[in-house]
């Protein structure tokens, strides 16, 4: 079954330093989200993407971050400074759209440790 | 905003017996409800939707009601297992939309442990 993958799983980063966490979603989905989760907390919507660009984004997703889609299948998130608050698990998505409510697939999660 | 809420304290459940999980929403009725399965450190994974004109849904030994009076959706497992021991969550859209890119509002989550 296709899956959503994220690299690295892993990433420590010391505070003010720019991190990319990168995702493959599945291909044929034409809807992107990243989330976070911070830990021992619930699951928090930091955007969403369509069309190339951004369709949404929460209070969380300030100016130190960005999305991008560089290529057909890759689809990234740039922390620009990073601080110690934003350690936390960060999850990609995709949905194939097309109706309200369509299932999100998550990817295993990039943990971020900011020192 | 919407609010969701579930219970954080963990349900603990004997193998074979039905588990019950509760969301309670706390605004307007959102569009659909949707419920996930979270391992430990592994990203959420889809289990079932249901609609605000759905009372009940089915898929195999799972069950999800939503009743929009109580503002509230149940979950079941029937004839637990102890591999369905996990943080179940519930997820909605923060306002009424009827977008195809909607952020999703999570709960907390609720964590089952199915006791052999």
């Known amino acids: 079954e296709p899956e959503v993958t994220q690299t690295p799983s892993h990433q420590v980063t010391q505070m003010g330093q720019e991190v990319i966490l990168r995702c493959v979603p599945i291909?044929?989905?034409?809807?992107f989200y990243w989330y976070r989760q911070i830990l021992g907390q619930k699951v928090e919507f930091l955007v969403s993407?369509?069309?190339?660009?951004?369709?949404?984004k929460s209070e969380i997703f300030d100016d130190q971050f960005s999305v991008e889609r560089p290529d057909g299948s890759n689809f990234t998130l740039k922390i620009r400074s990073t601080k110690l608050e934003d350690s936390a698990m960060y999850f990609c998505?995709?949905?194939?759209?097309?109706?309200?409510?369509?299932?999100?697939?998550f990817g295993n999660g990039t943990r971020l440790t900011v020192t | 905003s919407q609010k969701i809420e579930q219970n954080s304290e963990a349900l603990n459940i004997q193998e074979g017996k039905t588990a019950t999980l509760t969301c309670n929403y706390t605004?307007?009725?959102?569009?659909?409800l949707q419920w996930y399965r979270q391992d430990p450190g592994r990203g959420p994974v889809f289990l079932l939707l249901?609609?605000?004109?759905?009372k009940e849904k089915r898929k195999e030994r799972l069950k999800v009601t939503f009743d929009t009076t109580l503002k509230q959706s149940l979950f079941h497992i029937t004839a637990s297992q102890p591999a369905d021991s996990a943080t179940y969550l519930c997820?909605?859209?923060?306002?009424?939309?009827?977008?195809?890119?909607?952020?999703?509002?999570f709960g907390k989550g609720t964590h089952l442990i199915i006791q052999p």
């Open positions: 993407f369509y069309n190339n660009e951004i369709s949404e």
């Open positions: 291909s044929n989905h034409l809807y």
């Open positions: 249901i609609r605000e004109n759905e």
């Open positions: 997820a909605t859209l923060p306002m009424y939309s009827g977008g195809g890119a909607d952020g999703l509002t």
């Open positions: 605004n307007y009725s959102p569009a659909y």
């Open positions: 998505a995709s949905s194939g759209g097309g109706r309200a409510g369509s299932p999100l697939h």
